[in-house]
């Protein structure tokens, strides 16, 4: 890890971090999907050799803009991080949240559990640049658990 006073030896941090940001923007994608099931839940998977496909997620509205059909919208994205090989996201319309929330949750914590490099078993919501864990799945059932946040996003999104 690098620490601030190795990052300082480095140069300016604001060159560096804009220069990280150009390389995050470079990795390469080698598969992208959009899964889809017959309950209305949608979102895209991005896959790769890189170990850093999962960190394009500090980008993802470039991402969104880049691989979805559809913008940011203003209630944001749902995310998904299972292994460092892997980013799922979701566009969030009302009419598809709780399906598509209730799919990613299974995928992620699928890809989770079976992937080396693994990273994280839950779905993140993204908000203006800020991301809040929303939901996980428990692997033995179709039990979804969603945390405070995950309760006021759906509470926002599909009304109370």
Do not use: C
Not at 86 to 100: E, G, K, M, T, Y
Not at 102 to 113: D, K, P, Q, V
Not at 129 to 141: E, I, M, P
């Amino acid at each position: 890890m690098l620490t601030a006073d190795h990052l300082a030896d480095l140069g300016d941090l604001t060159a560096l971090r804009e220069r990280a940001l150009q390389n995050l923007r470079a990795v390469r994608v080698d598969r992208h999907e959009r899964v889809k099931d017959r309950s209305g839940a949608r979102f895209d998977v991005l896959m790769g050799d890189s170990y850093f496909v999962a960190s394009l997620a500090l980008v993802l509205d470039e991402v969104v803009r880049r691989y979805g059909k559809d913008a940011p919208t203003p209630d944001g994205i749902l995310v998904a991080l299972p292994h460092r090989h892997q980013l799922a996201f979701h566009v969030i319309r009302d009419s598809d949240l709780v399906p598509s929330l209730n799919l990613m949750a299974r995928f992620a914590a699928a890809g989770h559990e079976e992937s080396p490099g693994a990273l994280s078993p839950a779905v993140f919501w993204w908000h203006d640049g800020d991301f809040a864990q929303v939901a996980t799945a428990d692997g033995a059932s179709e039990y979804l658990k969603l945390t405070e946040e995950g309760v006021a996003l759906m509470a926002r999104v599909v009304g109370g």
